[in-house]
């Protein structure tokens, strides 16, 4: 039986560049500071950008999706702007939600295949608590 309190601690989560959560029928926000970041990292103007990457729908600036994913998920199943990637994008899915709400907890795990099997409610909150005070 595995006993954490023993040896260093596991890792909650690590990442399967699975590309699942850069799929869907929209995309996480995009500040006007991240954007500007994006267009310096792909060397167009920020005009540019907002037409051929971005959509802007009710006050609120998304990336576009095509083909049911973002559109800057690569060929090779990685971001393609992966150091300038939004904030949303960066600390998924270590997301706030999970501190106050199990069952928030639940889904996102159940959504991300790179959490530990065996992670708990406690364990995800720590590491949520310990991202947002580096943030
Ligand atoms: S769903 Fe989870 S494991 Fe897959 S790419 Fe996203 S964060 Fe990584
Ligand atoms: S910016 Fe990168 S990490 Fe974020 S949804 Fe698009 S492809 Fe995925």
Same mark, same amino acid.
């Given at each position: 039986?595995? #006993?954490?309190?023993?040896?260093?601690?596991?890792?909650?989560?690590? $990442?399967?560049? $699975?590309?699942? $959560?850069?799929?869907?029928?929209?995309?996480?926000? @995009?500040?006007?500071?991240?954007?500007?970041?994006?267009?310096?990292?792909? +060397? !167009? +103007?920020?005009?540019?950008?907002?037409?051929?990457?971005? @959509?802007?729908?009710? +006050?609120?600036?998304?990336?576009?999706? @095509?083909?049911?994913?973002? !559109?800057?998920?690569?060929?090779?199943?990685?971001?393609?702007?992966?150091?300038?990637?939004?904030?949303?994008?960066?600390?998924?899915?270590?997301?706030?939600? !999970?501190?106050?709400?199990?069952?928030?907890?639940?889904?996102?795990?159940?959504? $991300?295949?790179?959490?530990?099997?065996?992670?708990?409610? #406690?364990?995800?909150?720590?590491?949520?608590?310990?991202?947002?005070?580096?943030?």
């Amino acid at each position: 039986m595995d #006993d954490n309190t023993k040896g260093p601690p596991r890792a909650v989560f690590e $990442c399967k560049c $699975c590309g699942h $959560c850069c799929h869907g029928v929209k995309t996480v926000s @995009v500040s006007k500071k991240e954007q500007e970041g994006i267009a310096e990292f792909l +060397g !167009i +103007g920020l005009e540019e950008l907002k037409e051929r990457f971005l @959509v802007t729908e009710g +006050g609120s600036t998304s990336m576009k999706v @095509v083909d049911g994913h973002c !559109i800057f998920y690569g060929k090779d199943g990685l971001c393609s702007i992966h150091p300038v990637k939004p904030f949303h994008c960066k600390r998924w899915p270590l997301h706030p939600s !999970i501190l106050a709400d199990e069952a928030a907890w639940l889904a996102i795990k159940a959504d $991300c295949q790179g959490f530990r099997e065996d992670a708990t409610w #406690d364990e995800a909150k720590r590491i949520v608590e310990e991202w947002m005070n580096e943030s």
